[in-house]
């Protein structure tokens, strides 16, 4: 028998699958004490998560939780942010993870290839909302 068949014939019991599937849900579904911490943003900045802040000048700042390693992660990943803004590309800058990352709910590691692929999706969520955040105060501000 290959390693094929017996992926397809491996068997899992009903408890095993309903206690797999139990720790997804609870991983995936129950909020952290981190999830409610906030960023502090200086007066006038727009920060509404751990992801991005909107300075008075207009840039914006990514925080990333990956390092750079030669491979464009961090770049990428601006990218990512910019396009969910509808920014333009040469206001987007990378800053620090603060000292005491209690706003992030993520683990912060790097390897295996997996910045992209594990960040894309919360950070084009994160600036998609804060893309509509900014258009209903701007027109609730010009009415």
Same mark, same amino acid.
Request: glycine share 2%; proline share 2%.
């Given at each position: 028998m290959n390693h094929?068949?017996? #992926?397809?014939?491996?068997?899992? /019991? +009903?408890?095993?699958?309903?206690?797999?599937? !139990?720790?997804?849900? #609870?991983?995936?579904?129950?909020? /952290? +004490?981190?999830?409610?911490?906030?960023?502090? !943003?200086?007066?006038g900045e727009f920060a509404p998560n751990a992801w991005l802040r909107v300075g008075t000048d207009g840039i914006v700042t990514l925080t990333v939780d990956k390092s750079e390693m030669g491979q464009g992660s961090q770049t990428g990943l601006a990218m990512i942010?910019?396009?969910?803004?509808?920014?333009d590309w040469a206001t987007v800058r990378l800053g620090p993870v603060p000292e005491n990352p209690a706003g992030w709910s993520r683990r912060m590691s790097t390897g295996g290839?997996?910045?992209?692929r594990t960040s894309w999706e919360p950070l084009r969520k994160a600036g998609a909302v804060a893309?509509?955040?900014?258009?209903?105060?701007a027109a609730a501000t010009w009415g």
């Open positions: 094929a068949e017996d #992926i397809m014939t491996s068997r899992i /019991t +009903r408890r095993d699958f309903v206690q797999a599937s !139990a720790g997804l849900v #609870i991983t995936f579904y129950l909020p /952290t +004490r981190h999830a409610a911490a906030r960023v502090d !943003a200086a007066e942010l910019a396009e969910e803004l509808d920014a290839s997996t910045a992209i893309r509509e955040m900014l258009i209903s105060a």
